[in-house]
């Protein structure tokens, strides 16, 4: 029907990625406005909306800002350092 369902507004920083939905979990990253920021990968919950976590890059030096790839019970997310698969 095109009508919104819920909305996460303004908690987030000022750069977002496509996202990966898979298992009722939505994904994408985020980061900041100055340079050297990080970013973010959120996993917000696809019925509600709700924040269920996020995390910041544990491969340094930065996430690359390319959308999250959800396969196989994972997901995937490229940085600039590594390819990183998460459960």
Request: net charge negative.
């Amino acid at each position: 029907t095109g009508r919104t369902v819920w909305t996460r507004p303004g908690t987030y920083q000022h750069y977002f990625t496509g996202t990966a939905a898979a298992d009722g979990v939505v994904y994408f990253q985020s980061r900041g406005r100055e340079p050297g920021d990080d970013g973010v990968l959120h996993a917000l919950d696809v019925g509600t909306g709700q924040l269920l976590w996020s995390l910041e890059n544990p491969a340094k030096p930065t996430w690359s800002y390319g959308d999250p790839v959800a396969a196989d019970g994972a997901i995937y997310v490229a940085t600039n350092g590594a390819l990183l698969k998460l459960q």
